[in-house]
T-cell receptor, first 115, second 114 residues
Framework: GAGVSQSPSNKVTEKGKDVELRCDPI?????LYWYRQSLGQGLEFLIY????????KSGLPSDRFSAERTGGSVSTLTIQRTQQEDSAVYLC?????????????FGPGTRLTVT | GDSVTQMEGPVTLSEEAFLTINCTYT??????LFWYVQYPGEGLQLLLK?????DKGSNKGFEATYRKETTSFHLEKGSVQVSDSAVYFC?????????????FGQGTILTVHP
């Protein structure tokens, strides 16, 4: 079946512009996560959704970052007034219960470059 | 807080060599443990998991055993192939939750030469 998809795969933007990153989770997965992968910081958690609500937003680095999820499916991560330090690969994952454990399945990521 | 420490890389091996990538953790309780792999240009894939002490996870010739006494989950493979070249991440659910965010180690780059 279809895995987690993300779009765009690559995004180049100018400093100060807003960007939207999209995630389509695996059908039926109620949990959805955003992570950021950068050379200096490794893999960092950003936000977790259960259905349409976000019980854990603790990883969002500033109020320029926000995310929403609609219909318990697609999620959008928005970065306002982008800065060069926002350059990274943004990964989305969705989760299902397997053998008593929630396994996370990752999308291919969106590579964001802020110039 | 919960954390994962992986051996520093990069690791360079010849084909058919034995592989060990060390992973130790600090956690609340006894969380599930995971190894993820990231092949060049691709996203993270779950390689294997273990849900309780003394469990052995295995997949594609890789194995890891959940050692409560040493708080370790070392990844091993008896004979690596060029196609195993990738970045390997050890991970656990942070804060004792099974459904929440994953905390990852820093990743170990493995390069296998023919």
């Amino acid at each position: 079946g279809a895995g987690v998809s993300q779009s765009p795969s690559n995004k180049v933007t100018e400093k100060g512009k807003d960007v939207e990153l999209r995630c389509d989770p695996i059908s039926g997965h109620t949990a959805l996560y955003w992570y950021r992968q950068s050379l200096g910081q490794g893999l960092e958690f950003l936000i977790y959704f259960q259905g349409n609500s976000a019980p854990d937003k603790s990883g969002l680095p500033s109020d320029r970052f926000s995310a929403e999820r609609t219909g318990g499916s697609v999620s959008t991560l928005t970065i306002q007034r982008t800065q060069q330090e926002d350059s990274a690969v943004y990964l989305c994952a969705s989760s299902t219960l397997a053998g008593g454990v929630y396994e996370q399945y990752f999308g291919p990521g969106t590579r964001l470059t802020v110039t | 807080g919960d954390s994962v420490t992986q051996m520093e890389g990069p690791v360079t091996l010849s084909e058919e060599a034995f592989l060990t990538i060390n992973c130790t953790y600090t956690a609340t309780g006894y969380p599930s443990l995971f190894w993820y792999v990231q092949y060049p240009g691709e996203g993270l894939q779950l390689l294997l998991k273990a849900t309780k002490a003394d469990d052995k996870g295995s997949n594609k010739g890789f194995e890891a055993t959940y050692r409560k006494e040493t708080t370790s989950f070392h990844l091993e493979k008896g004979s690596v192939q060029v196609s195993d070249s990738a970045v390997y991440f050890c991970a656990l659910p942070a804060g004792g939750t099974s459904y929440g965010k994953l905390t990852f180690g820093q990743g170990t780059i493995l390069t296998v030469h023919p």
